[in-house]
């Protein structure tokens, strides 16, 4: 493990100056997972340690690469959550949510569970994967194993080592890597054709709802091929104390064909599915993302108009700079292929003219001023989306005396929706106030100029 020390964290293992790490939690073939904890925050994070000459050796950075992309997309409660990534020159570290209530596996160890018990965690395993398909990942190596529990019972799905993303489908629109584990592998994985990712994950939320309520698996022989051809041919029993209407579900879902088998809209609408289902997902994250935007700025209720008595920006701290501007300390970044959309931009304008364009922009768009303060403004659409209303939050920040940056987030909305709001809208509106946009080519060469200028904060 690569650590440092200094004053009075000797003897202590320090990721980085900003983490603490602790006990071996667990370790694989190339990764070992500890206990972490954030010094600044306190927080308690679980940290993969992953040596990089032996990942590149087995050829498998292309996964390791996949699983940052992928973790970025899939933010959900019942997900496990990748808070960042970092490296040194031997070593790739994912920091990641601390989930301490163990593997869901462990407790299927002690006996079988009760229908209802075992309905909350297909509940949300099931809007887990539904969130994860909206976003074309599909995880392909469900199991009892790889869902967490947190101190309060909720599931956490986790280890996306061979989750696949879109442009890894071939002409046909569809996988062929072979991957998974056996005994949850749909079987026209197993037969080596050609996959449809999502129905191959309904196949294994199937066996994981059997296996909770039975105690074993449906599919198991000594004889690995014999227990192939049970699951060629979909043959299985349920135990005496399987109820009428499990029975059904899961007779849908492990269907050999996979086009029969049933979708994931489909058991969202069954009686016994929506028992008790409650929990709103993307709710959570927009009420929690509002709530943030509204505190910072007195948590008003009604629009009102921009304060102009500020006469500027607040400077931009120069580590934030380098943390926004430079790819170097952004490590997801060096592991895509692809050039993310940007949602920061460089102006040589004035804060005022940069917020005029935003908001003419903004009306152009359709989009309501909800709420505004100083240099910073909410905007929200007026079209209900995959997850409710997009609202984008801009903010501009002087860096030198002609030079500001402006950053957006979501502050509630899909995810896709925004990317495209950033690329499609956003981009072309404000192409005559904008310097460079963050991760464009000549970004570097920006940042550059932006260091050069005296006034750059250092605190």
């Given at each position: 493990?690569?650590?440092?020390?200094?004053?009075?964290?000797?003897?202590?293992?320090?990721?980085?100056?900003?983490?603490?790490?602790?006990?071996?939690?667990?370790?694989?073939?190339?990764?070992?997972?500890?206990?972490?904890?954030?010094?600044?925050?306190?927080?308690?994070?679980?940290?993969?340690?992953?040596?990089?000459?032996?990942?590149?050796?087995?050829?498998?950075?292309?996964?390791?690469?996949?699983?940052?992309?992928?973790?970025?997309?899939?933010?959900?409660?019942?997900?496990?959550?990748?808070?960042e990534v970092m490296a040194t020159k031997g070593k790739i570290f994912f920091v990641m949510e601390y989930v301490k209530g163990?593997?869901?596996?462990?407790?299927?160890?002690?006996?079988?569970?009760?229908?209802?018990?075992?309905?909350?965690?297909?509940?949300?395993?099931?809007?887990?994967?539904?969130?994860?398909?909206?976003?074309?990942?599909?995880?392909?190596?469900?199991?009892?194993?790889?869902?967490?529990?947190?101190?309060?019972?909720?599931?956490?799905?986790?280890?996306?080592?061979?989750?696949?993303?879109?442009?890894?489908?071939?002409?046909?629109?569809?996988?062929?890597?072979?991957?998974?584990?056996?005994?949850?592998?749909?079987?026209?994985?197993?037969?080596?054709?050609?996959?449809?990712?999502?129905?191959?994950?309904?196949?294994?939320?199937?066996?994981?709802?059997?296996?909770?309520?039975?105690?074993?698996?449906?599919?198991?022989?000594?004889?690995?091929?014999?227990?192939?051809?049970?699951?060629?041919?979909?043959?299985?029993?349920?135990?005496?104390?399987?109820?009428?209407?499990?029975?059904?579900?899961?007779?849908?879902?492990?269907?050999?064909?996979?086009?029969?088998?049933?979708?994931?809209?489909?058991?969202?609408?069954?009686?016994?599915?929506?028992?008790?289902?409650?929990?709103?997902?993307?709710?959570?994250?927009?009420?929690?993302?509002?709530?943030?935007?509204?505190?910072?700025?007195?948590?008003?209720?009604?629009?009102?108009?921009?304060?102009?008595?500020?006469?500027?920006?607040?400077?931009?701290?120069?580590?934030?700079?380098?943390?926004?501007?430079?790819?170097?300390?952004?490590?997801?970044?060096?592991?895509?292929?692809?050039?993310?959309?940007?949602?920061?931009?460089?102006?040589?304008?004035?804060?005022?003219?940069?917020?005029?364009?935003?908001?003419?922009?903004?009306?152009?768009?359709?989009?309501?001023?909800?709420?505004?303060?100083?240099?910073?403004?909410?905007?929200?659409?007026?079209?209900?989306?995959?997850k409710g209303k997009l609202s984008v939050v801009a903010e501009i920040f002087e860096v030198a005396p002609e030079v500001a940056?402006?950053?957006?987030?979501?502050?509630?909305?899909?995810?896709?929706?925004?990317?495209?709001?950033?690329?499609?809208?956003?981009?072309?509106?404000?192409?005559?106030?904008?310097?460079?946009?963050?991760?464009?080519?000549?970004?570097?060469?920006?940042?550059?100029?932006?260091?050069?200028?005296?006034?750059?904060?250092?605190?």
């Open positions: 493990m690569e650590s440092n020390q200094s004053g009075s964290g000797a003897g202590r293992h320090l990721l980085l100056g900003k983490y603490e790490m602790g006990r071996l939690l667990g370790q694989g073939t190339f990764a070992k997972v500890y206990y972490g904890k954030n010094l600044s925050s306190g927080e308690s994070v679980a940290i993969k340690v992953i040596n990089i000459d032996q990942v590149k050796k087995e050829g498998l950075m292309e996964q390791i690469k996949r699983e940052i992309s992928v973790m970025h997309l899939v933010r959900h409660p019942n997900i496990v959550e990748l808070k163990g593997e869901l596996f462990a407790k299927i160890y002690k006996g079988k569970l009760k229908e209802d018990v075992a309905r909350k965690y297909f509940q949300q395993l099931i809007s887990a994967v539904d969130f994860c398909h909206s976003r074309g990942v599909s995880h392909r190596d469900l199991k009892p194993e790889n869902l967490l529990l947190d101190e309060n019972e909720n599931l956490k799905i986790s280890d996306f080592g061979l989750s696949a993303l879109p442009e890894q489908h071939r002409n046909d629109g569809l996988l062929h890597t072979q991957c998974g584990t056996p005994a949850y592998v749909a079987p026209e994985i197993l037969r080596k054709k050609g996959y449809d990712g999502s129905k191959a994950d309904i196949w294994s939320c199937g066996i994981i709802l059997y296996v909770l309520l039975a105690g074993f698996l449906p599919f198991q022989d000594e004889n690995i091929m014999k227990m192939y051809r049970k699951v060629f041919k979909a043959e299985f029993e349920f135990p005496p104390w399987f109820s009428s209407d499990t029975k059904k579900l899961i007779y849908k879902l492990l269907v050999a064909d996979p086009e029969k088998r049933l979708t994931i809209p489909a058991i969202m609408e069954l009686p016994w599915f929506k028992k008790g289902f409650t929990f709103g997902g993307s709710n959570s994250f927009k009420e929690t993302e509002e709530d943030e935007f509204e505190q910072e700025n007195g948590g008003e209720e009604e629009s009102v108009a921009l304060s102009r008595s500020q006469s500027s920006p607040r400077f931009l701290n120069a580590f934030e700079l380098i943390s926004s501007m430079s790819s170097g300390f952004d490590l997801s970044n060096l592991f895509e292929n692809k050039k993310k959309p940007g949602s920061i931009f460089t102006s040589r304008c004035t804060a005022s003219t940069i917020l005029a364009k935003i908001e003419s922009m903004a009306k152009g768009l359709r989009f309501k001023i909800v709420k505004s303060k100083e240099f910073k403004v909410k905007m929200q659409g007026t079209e209900e989306g995959r940056i402006v950053e957006f987030s979501k502050c509630s909305g899909d995810t896709l929706e925004y990317v495209k709001f950033c690329e499609e809208d956003a981009r072309p509106a404000l192409k005559d106030i904008v310097w460079t946009w963050q991760g464009d080519t000549d970004g570097s060469q920006s940042f550059n100029n932006i260091a050069d200028c005296k006034k750059v904060v250092f605190l």
